[in-house]
C-alpha cells in the first residue's frame, strides 16, 4: 500500500485527477442528452472512441473487427439499429465513424501501457441507456438544468453516463501519468449491459484472458450507501438467464377453417401460465417472469406466432440452469402438443462471483485517500454482466471486484426520475486511477 | 314377404311367441333386480348360458376361450371384478360356471342352425348395467313391485336387461320353430356396451365375419317415439372414442424437497384445461369432455400419478381421428414439458354406419305383422357400439341395422328413475322371430 | 316486372348506363391504388363526396355532423387515424374537405330523389380496405396493370373499392335518369364494413327507418358463382360480436418486488386459454377466436396491462350473446383472481337477416336483363354489417337483400393476391339501376 | 437448577422413573400395533383415559363434553369416522367407552395436583397415525419384531405413538411422587396433529390460557441429532395453512347437452395452475401445492364437483396469510368466471414461536441428568401445531418450547420404513418428569 500514499502526496498526481473533474461531469452530461439503447451506442462509441485515440494507445479495437465474427446476444431488430444509426448521424457522427458499427457493432476495447513490465488491468465501462422517457417534471435535476434526454423513449437512468465518463477520464489520467504505473490498463467500454447482454462477447472474445485484475463500479443509489460513500465489493450479485421464446403456428382464417390452423398463442399463453408452475426450490430466490407477450395480427385470423420474453433469477447459478431448461422443455412440450414450433434463444445472462477480499482491502484504501467513506461490502441483490468478466478472470487466476458507489439517495434505477449527484464523479475518477496506480506498484493482491 | 306373411297366420309361430311373454318379463325382472357393471356380467353370463343350452346350440363360446387370448378394452380393476364375482357368487352362481369367466371374461356366442342351409343372421344383446343407484322413490315401478337393483350404486338405467331377456326368449322361439327357418342364428350377447367397449372384441373374434345380416336393437325412451312404435333403424349414431390417460411423474415431499418431484398433477390439470383449446372444424358435432380427474395423495405431497377419464364424440369419423392424435399429442406434450410420462388407452369406440335401407323395409313389414306401429328412422344422436357389428357386416357384403324401440315415455336413460313398460317386450321378441325366418326364408336383402 | 322491362328497351336508360361503364372501372382501380382501413377512409370519403354533391343531393350527410355525436365501435387509435389522415392529405386531399373528418368521422349518407312520390330505396357500398400488404407479384394483376396500392401495409383485398365505384356510378346513372323513377334513393356509403363496425352507428342514426327497400351487394371469388352470375340473396350469414378485453394490473420490478405487482399478462392468458373451455352447444357453428394478445414491456418488468382481441361467431344469434356473457364473466373472473381489472368492449358485430324472397325474385328478373345469369341464393358462410342495415328495414315493414356477385374465380378474400375481374362492374351498376327503377314503379315487393 | 440436580440424586426419583421404563416401551409398541388416523383415535384415547383415570387427576375431560360444541378443523368424512370406530370395538373397546367420542370427539386433557401452590405446566402428546401401509420388510423392526400395525393403510410414522406412551409415563410418575412439585400439570393428549388440525381446538377451549410454561416435543430422525441426543428447542417451525377448496357446478349429459353444464373440474384445474402464478416474495420459503384434486364421474357427464386439497408454506406468518387470501379469491374468480361455487375451508393450521431461551436452559440441564446428550436448537424445517399452543403461552406472558429428541438415525417419516429406536423412551420420560419437577420447584424462567 505504499504505491497509494505516495501517489497520494504527490502534486502532479493530484493534477492530473483534478483537471478531469469538469470534463468527467460535462461529458456525464453530453452522454445523458444522447442516451443510445443496448447495441446501439454509435455517438457513445464514437466520442470514446476520439478520446481514447488522443491517448495512443497500444492497441484499440472498435467496430465489427472488434467482434471478429462472434455472435452477440440480444441485438435488437434492423429497424432498431437504423433509426438509431439515423439519430447519430443527425447528432453529428460522421459516415466515416458509423460506418464500422454498421449492425450494431458498439463498443471499444483499448490498451494503455505504462511504464515497463506490470500487471494487466482491466476498468470496465458500460455504454448502454434505457428504453424509459425521462422525467420533464421540474424536480427531476437533468431537466431544470437544461441536460434532459433529448431522444423520446430513451433514457440514461442507470448511471451508464456516468460510467463511460468516469472510464475516459480514468484513461486521460492514467496517460498523463504513465511513468508513475507499470503494465497495461485495458480499457473494456461494454455495450448492452441492460439485459446482460454485451459483457458475454467480450468475455469470449479473449478479452479478459490475460487480465489480472478486474475493476468493475456501480453507481447505485439503493444499496444503502450514503453521499459520499462506497463499497470495496459487493455480495449477492444475482445470476440471471434472460430469453425470448419465439412460436411459429400455422395462420387460418378461424371462421372457416379453424382445424388448419396451428395456434401459437395458445402453447404461448400455455407456456406463460404453465411456467409458473415449475417447481423451485424452497428457500431459494428463483423467480421466473415471462414480461411480454405479443401475439396475433386479428381477430379473425388463428395466431400463428407469439413472441415470449422472460428472465430467470436466482441466489443459485445450478437453479438458473435448471430451471431455463425446464423452461425450454415446457415450451417445447406444450408447443409439440399443439403442433406449434417453438425456439429458445438465450438474450444475456450474469453470474454471481465472489469478490475478492484482497483487491477490496487495497480499493478501500484507495478510496479513502481519493477521499471517499468507505463502508463494508453491500448486498447488490441484483444482476449485473460484469460478473462474466470477473468471473473469467478469477477462472484465470486473477482477481476482480465490482464497487458500488453512492450516487446520492435519489429515485430507483429505471425510473424516470432516476438521477445522480454528479459532483461525486471526480472522486470516482480519483480512486480508479489510485487504485490502478496501486496494483501495478505492488503486485496484485491475491484472491480469497 | 311372404315368408312373414305365412309365419303371421301359422298358429303354431303364435304359440312359440305366445310361450315366452311371461318368461321374457320374468327374465328381464330379474336381471334388473341383479345388475352388474361392464366386464362383471356374471350371474347374467351364466343365467344366459343356462338358456343357451338348453337349445342345443350348434355352437357356443364362453368364458376366458371366447376371448381366445384377445385384449379387450376397458376392462375394470381386479377389485371390482373380485367384488362382482363374489356378489354372484352369493346370488347362487356356481363356482364351476364363474369359473371361466375369472377376469372378467363375460358374454357368449352361439349358433343355432334352422332346416337347411341358408345366410346367417346375428342378433346381438348387451348385457351390462351402469354404475348408478337406483330410485327408491313410490313413483319409480321397479321399487313399486319389488324388482328394483339389489346392487347398491349399480342398476339396469339402460334396458340392457330387457334386451338380453329378449334375445333369450327369440332364442326360445326360434329353436321351437326351428323346422320353419333355414341356415344359422348367431347370438352375440356382449358385455360391456357402457363405454362402448365390449364390441370391439366380438368383432375381432371373427364373430361377424361371415354374417349376411346383423340386427341390432335398443329400447329408448327419448327419441320421439310413442309407446308401441318403432323405428326399423336410425339415422346420427354418434362416432366416439372414451379414453384414459394416466399421467405417472415422481413424488415428494413438497415442503422441503419440491423441485425433486415431477408434478403429475400439473400435466393433468394442464392438458385438461389446454384440450379444450384443440381446433373443431366449424358446424361439425365434434366435442371433447375431461369428465373425471383424479390425482394425488395428501396435501404436503407432490403428486405423482393422475388419471383422467374422457370421450370424443363427433358426427365425422375422420375428426373423432383426428381430436384423438390431437389429444394424444398434447397430453404427451405437456407431460414431457413437465418430465412427467403419459400414456393414453382408448377404452372403446363407436361408430357410425348407415342402416341398410332394404333391410329396415323387411323389418318394417315384419314389425307390422307383430302388431308395432312403424315410423320413419330416427335421428339417435348417441353411439353404441352395435356400431362396429354393422359396419364389420357391411364390409363383408351383408347388411344389418339398429332398431329403435319405444320404452315409454319415462324417464331419461342413465337416470336413477329410468325405468321401461316391459309388456312390449313379446312384441319386441316377435318382431325378432318373424325377421329372422322371413329373412331366412327369402334371402338377405340388399343394402342400398 | 313491366318497369323492368320498360327500361331494358329505352335507347336512353341504356346509354346512361353505358356511360358509366368506364368511369366505373377507373374510380374502382384509383381507389384501389389508394386503400384506407376503416374509419380512416378520408380521401375515399371526399371523392365520394365531390362525386355526390355534383348531383345536387336533396340531402347530405358527411364528417363529424353525420354521426350526430353518436359513440362508434371500433375507431383506431389517434396514431393511426392522424398518419392516414396525413396520407390523405400528401394524395391532395384539400384541408377544408379533411378539416370535418378529424376524428375519423368518415362515411357519407345521401338522398336523391326521383320524380313524384315512391318509395324510400337504400343501397349500401362499404369504403374500407385491410391492414394487408398488396402482392407485387407479376402474376397480380393490378401490380402488372399499374393500378397496385400505394400505401404498404394497407390494401383493398374485399372488393370494397369495387363496391363504392359502383354507387357512384349507380347514383349518377340515377341522377341522369331522374324522370324515369319515382321516390327517394338513399346512398349508404359505411366505413369501417371490415371488423363489422360501421353500419352499427348508421342504423343507429336512423338512417334506415323510412327505407322501403335496402339493397346490399358483395363481389365475392368463393361462393361458388362463375364469372357473370350473380345470386339474388344469401343464406347463413354468420351473426358475430368482435371485442377487446383490456387488462389493467400494477407493474412491479419482478426481481425485487414481485409480490406488488398485479400481472396482468397471466390474467390475460388465464382468459385466452380457459376460454376455450367455454360450452358450446352440440352441431351450431359457435366459435370463439382470440386473435391477438399484446402485453407487458421487458423481461425484468411485471406486466401491467394486456389487451386481448378476438370474436364470437355462430350460427345462432342467441348463443352469440350467450358466449360474449361468457367471455365477460371469464375475464372478470379471471382477472379478478388476480387482482387486475378488466374492461370488455365491443368493437363490432353483424347479425343473420333472411333475404326476402319477393325482393329476391325482382331482382333476379332485374339482373337477367343487366345481362347477368342468374343462380339460386348462396351460402354465404362469413358476417357482413349489411345484416343490421336489413335487419332495422324488416324490422320496419320494408325488405332487404344481400346480392351476390361473382368477382371471378380469384384468389381469396383477405389475401395480398386477391383481385376481381372488374369487367363485371357496368353490368352491376346496370343491374342496381334497374333494380330501383323497377321497385320504384311497382311498389315494393312484400317479404316473405 | 438446585431442584433439579436434587432430584437427580434422590433414590426415590430413579426408582419413579425406572418403574415405567417397561410400561413406556410396551405401551408405545401396543399403539404402533394400533394405529388411528386424525380425529378417530378411539382405542388410543381410550387407553389413555384408563391410564390417567387411574392416577385420580383433578379434572378431566375427554369426548364430545371436551370440545363444548366447538368446530373441530378437517374432521374426516362419517364413514372414515365410522370404520375406525368399528375397528376399535373389535379391538375390545367397549360400547360405553367409545360412545362419548362418536363423531370423533377423541383426545383427553387432564390435571394433575401437585402439592401446594405453584405454576401450571402443560405437556403435550399427539395421538394419530398416517394413512399409510408399514413396511413389512425383514429389515423393518417392527415387522421382524411383531409390532408391526394390524391396520392396513394406517400406520405411525412419525413417532406419536411413542409420544402418547411418554407422557401417559411421565403421568404415572408424577402422580406417584406429587409429593415432590408443587402446582399443577396439564396432559393435553392432542388428536390430529398431522395436517395441523388438533391444536387449534385444544386452544380455543381455552386449555392453554392459565398454562406458566408448554413443554411440546418430537422424536425427529431428520434434523441431524445423534442417538442419545436432544435439542432442548427449534428454530424455523414453518408456518402452514392446510385447506380443502370444494367447486360445485352442474352437471349435465356431455354429448347432448354440454351447454347446460357447469364444469366443476374446468375450474379446479384452471386454479390447480393458475394458482403457480400467485406471486411470492423473493427470498422467502412461501410455496403453495395442490396436493390432491378429485372430479368427475364418468367420460360423458360434464364435472358438477371437484375437490381440491392443498396447502401454503411459509417462513413468514403475513405471507401465509396473503398467499391464503390469494388463493381464495383466484378459486372464487375463476369459479364465478364458469358459472360454478366455489368454498374455501381451512383444515389445519401452523405457526412459527421463538422457543423461550431460558426455559430450554433449564431442560438443557435437565436433559443431561437425565442422561442425554445436550445439542444447540436445530433448524426444524417443518411444521406442528404444537406452535399454537406455544403462542398462545407466550401471548399471555408464558414460556414455551417444543424439544427434539434423537429418534436415532432410521428411514425419513411419513415413509413406510419409518422407525424409532425406542430405548430412547425412559430417558424421555425421565427428562418431562425432571423439568417438572425443576419447573415446579423454583418458579418458571422468564423467556427472551
Redesign the interface.
Known sequence: MTGAQDSGSDPAFAEAIRDQAEATIAMRRDLHRHPEVGWTEFRTSALVREAIVALEPDTLRFGATLYDGLDRLGVPDDEILAAAMGRAAAAGVSESELEPMEGGFTGLAADLVGSGPGPVIAIRADLDGL?LSESDADTHYPARAGFRSQVDGVMHACAHDAHTAVVVSVARALHRMRDRWAGRVRLLFQPAEE?TRGADAFVRLGLLDDVDAVLTFHILSNVGLAAGEIAPGVSDM?P?E??VVRFTGTPS???????R?R?A??A???V???A??????????S?I???????????????AS?VL???I?S?RMD?VA?LAA?FK???????????VESAYEV?GYATNPRCDVGLMDRIAVDAEHAGLAVREPVSL???DDASLMIDRVQQRGGVGTYVAISGGAYH?H?SPDFDIDDRVLPAVVELMVRSVVDLSGSGIPVGT
Open positions: 428504453p439485459g444475482l440471471t434472460k430469453f382464417q378461424f371462421a372457416s377453417s379453424p382445424e390452423g395456434n398463442l395458445t404461448a399463453s400455455g406463460t401460465l404453465l409458473h408452475a415449475i417447481p423451485k426450490r424452497p428457500g431459494s430466490r423467480m417472469n415471462v414480461g411480454r407477450l405479443v401475439s396475433g395480427t386479428a381477430a379473425n385470423i388463428v395466431p407469439a420474453t422472460g428472465e433469477r441466489d437453479e435448471e425446464a422443455a415446457l415450451s417445447s412440450g406444450v408447443a409439440s402438443g399443439f403442433g438474450t441483490g441484483a444482476s430507483p429505471h
